[in-house]
């Protein structure tokens, strides 16, 4: 570590420290194979014209082509502004909705366009847990029968030992087994979104889709919450997608975090690079706004980088990078070209045509060569440009930004 290296408390507020950080940071077993791979995954929602004949007049892009993967048993965070696509993206792996494009591989399995039927075995396999735990429990139903649904859905356990099961997972979420005759409304905030972890259980999923699962939550709360989802994790080696917006959690239970904009991914790398040597400006933006409680602690602050404008449509993106109306450093090929995500380290991969850590990125764009373009983004007559692997996961190979050359991973970076 170097001395200007973070430590996990620096993202956390005192009161995250204190609950969250006796609890050490979820790892990803080692050598694990990946569990889900999402490969170019698109969703457009048509917009329709107002009156009687409703004409598609447009789409909006929330998610345009994003790659990545999830290892058995571990966990990769999706974090970015609200509207940027995380929970668009959440229920697409679901199925809640059907993509536009991609694939989803689920095991060996591309679940993508999957039917309705055809699907149902998956839905034993890959549960969801919502953000409000106020409005995702139906309000007329008790938690035995809540909790209970899915087993009589998928018939999976006779009649008479339904009850005993759900006891068995209230009281493995912390709850009083004897509560199952009680309703949504007599729990609170915290307890409920217990309720709705235990319903998520039922199957024994082997992938949770965790849509803001505590952004609702009193801090004090949220890391209960995140302690049982960690513990739950390790007994039952259940896989996350962890979608958030609160880095310091992020960076506790992921020990991989993608950074989405627009409906892109444009970083994505292990925790320790994201977090402490972000290449992307928008990572760096987004960072720079966490409150830093150890410099408050000495009077100082992190430096803040300040976005200018607003978050622009996704029904009507910006050209080449979605994020050159709000990013410092733009460039001419950066409306003209769309940065490709470039592998910059063993796990670390970047989209954008300046990628460098703060405060070094280069003056030449490191992607033009590459791209067979000239430094504006113009194409170079009679160049080739190099095949990117635009894959899920990573390669043993990556293109070094500082050096601008191909480095290969040495047997212990090899993934
Ligand atoms: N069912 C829908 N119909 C039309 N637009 C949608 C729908 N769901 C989400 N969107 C739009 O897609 C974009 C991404 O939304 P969402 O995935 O909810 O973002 P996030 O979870 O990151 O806040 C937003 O612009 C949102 O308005
Ligand atoms: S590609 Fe250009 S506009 Fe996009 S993030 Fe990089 S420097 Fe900014
Ligand atoms: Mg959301």
């Not at 039952?236 to 993608?258: N, S, T």
């Amino acid at each position: 570590m170097t001395q200007a290296d973070h430590t996990p408390e620096d993202f956390m507020t005192a009161e995250q420290a204190r609950v969250l950080a006796p609890h050490a940071p979820s790892v990803n077993p080692t050598g694990a194979k990946p569990i889900l791979q999402v490969e170019n995954l698109r969703k457009y929602f048509p917009v329709k014209s107002s009156g009687l004949i409703r004409r598609t007049i447009g789409q909006v892009q929330a998610v345009d082509g994003v790659s990545f993967e999830v290892p058995a048993g571990g966990s990769l965070g999706l974090v970015g502004e609200s509207g940027c696509g995380k929970s668009t993206t959440g229920r697409l792996i679901t199925r809640l909705y059907e993509p536009t494009g991609g694939a989803i591989r689920f095991g060996d399995q591309d679940i993508a366009q999957t039917s309705a039927r055809g699907l149902k075995p998956l839905r034993r396999e890959i549960q969801m847990i919502f953000q409000d735990p106020y409005t995702s429990l139906n309000p007329r139903h008790t938690v035995g029968s809540i909790v209970g649904a899915p087993l009589q859905i998928h018939d999976i356990v006779p009649k008479d030992k339904v009850l005993p099961r759900v006891q068995e997972l209230l009281e493995i979420v912390g709850l009083n087994p004897e509560h199952y005759n009680r309703y949504p409304h007599e729990f609170s905030g915290g307890q409920r979104q217990r309720i709705g972890i235990a319903r998520a259980l039922t199957l024994q999923p082997k992938l949770l889709v965790a849509d803001e699962p505590v952004s609702a939550l009193d801090v004090s709360i949220q890391a209960q919450v995140i302690n049982l989802l960690q513990d739950l994790q390790k007994e039952f080696g259940i896989a996350f997608l962890f979608i958030a917006h609160d880095l310091a959690i992020v960076r506790h239970f992921c020990p991989e975090v993608a950074v989405m904009y627009l409906g892109k991914i444009v970083e994505i790398a292990d925790r320790e690079t994201l977090y402490n040597r972000p290449h992307h400006p928008y990572t760096q933006a987004l960072l720079s706004a966490v409150p830093d409680v150890k410099q408050a602690a000495i009077g100082g602050r992190r430096e803040r980088i300040r976005l200018t404008g607003d978050v622009p449509s996704p029904i009507n993106p910006p050209s080449g990078c979605r994020f050159r109306t709000r990013c410092p450093l733009a460039q001419e090929i950066c409306a003209k070209v769309e940065p490709p995500m470039l592998q910059v380290g063993p796990r670390h991969k970047v989209a954008c045509h300046f990628a460098g850590e703060i405060g070094k990125h280069p003056e030449q764009p490191v992607t033009a060569k590459l791209l067979g373009v000239d430094d504006y983004g113009t194409a170079e007559p009679g160049a080739t440009p190099s095949e990117i692997e635009q894959g899920p996961g990573f390669t043993d190979t990556w293109f070094d930004v500082n050096t601008r050359t191909v480095r290969h991973a040495t047997p212990d970076q090899r993934s």
